[in-house]
């Protein structure tokens, strides 16, 4: 049997902190139930076995493997889709979709009290997408009108026309959007899984009917955007920028952080 070597004494030890060392397979599965628990206490049992299995599968293949990766990555997927596949809704009021998709700038400038947009440097409201003001009775309530038309000619998808926006609309634990993005995610899934081809632009809909690829897009997500740089500078804010697009439910997101860490011992 073969000895384990030892570093002579006063030899440098690594300077890689604990928190971004890679746990060591011999410690049995990256993620537990208990983790999971740390990032969302709104699931069974039940429920979580019956993916930490397939996590912890794509946390090896992702490198999703140290302390500070996986309390950010847990942390997101608790905050976006309390690890759940969901699909997005796209049925909004008047005032909402106003709120979410009519404004440059995005929602921080939109006026609640005047339903419209603040003022843009013309003096004028900062309107986008104006469909949605000129025309509110045919996209408020109706996703599949709305998504298709805020999504058009965006993330690889056609005019409002082909209905590319609604029919690629997020889904997934992180809801993965647009054509482009399936595309992407179709070549990717079938790069590491020749054994199971798949066409996710024909067949958009297993992100949420199969539970495996959801997660799966979920890490695919994560190493698309470079997030395990960020996770390895604990940088809750870049995390975030780079998941969510901007700072929604920083908060939440950083109160699920700091569970998974005490969970973890860091």
């Not at 539970?211 to 500078?233: C, G, M, P, Q």
């Amino acid at each position: 049997m073969a000895r384990l070597r030892r570093s002579p004494p006063g030899a440098p030890r690594s300077r890689v902190p604990r928190s971004q060392q890679p746990l060591p397979r011999a410690d049995g599965p990256l993620i537990t139930l208990a983790l999971l628990h740390a990032a969302d206490s709104g699931n069974p049992d039940s429920h979580y076995a019956g993916m930490v299995d397939a996590l912890n599968d794509y946390a090896r293949r992702y490198e999703v493997d140290t302390p500070l990766r996986l309390a950010h990555f847990l942390a997101q997927i608790g905050h976006e889709s309390s690890f759940r596949a969901t699909e997005e809704n796209g049925s909004y009021s008047v005032a909402r979709m106003h709120e979410i998709f009519g404004c440059r700038g995005g929602p921080s400038q939109y006026d609640r009290a005047t339903d419209d947009c603040r003022l843009g440097p013309d003096g004028h409201p900062a309107r986008l997408r104006p469909k949605l003001w000129l025309e509110p009775a045919t996209y408020a309530g109706n996703p599949q009108r709305l998504l298709a038309y805020v999504y058009a000619n965006r993330l690889g998808n056609g005019d409002e026309a082909s209905g590319d926006g609604y029919r690629y609309r997020g889904r997934g634990l992180v809801q993965l959007t647009g054509r482009a993005n399936y595309a992407a995610f179709t070549d990717a899934h079938n790069e590491r899984n020749g054994n199971d081809p798949r066409d996710f632009v024909a067949e958009p809909d297993l992100l949420l009917s199969e539970l495996k690829y959801a997660i799966e897009s979920a890490f695919y997500y994560w190493d698309a955007r470079t997030v395990n740089a960020l996770a390895d500078l604990d940088d809750l804010e870049g995390v975030t920028r780079a998941v969510n697009g901007g700072l929604n439910g920083l908060n939440d997101r950083g109160a699920r952080l700091a569970r998974i860490k005490k969970a973890l011992g860091i």
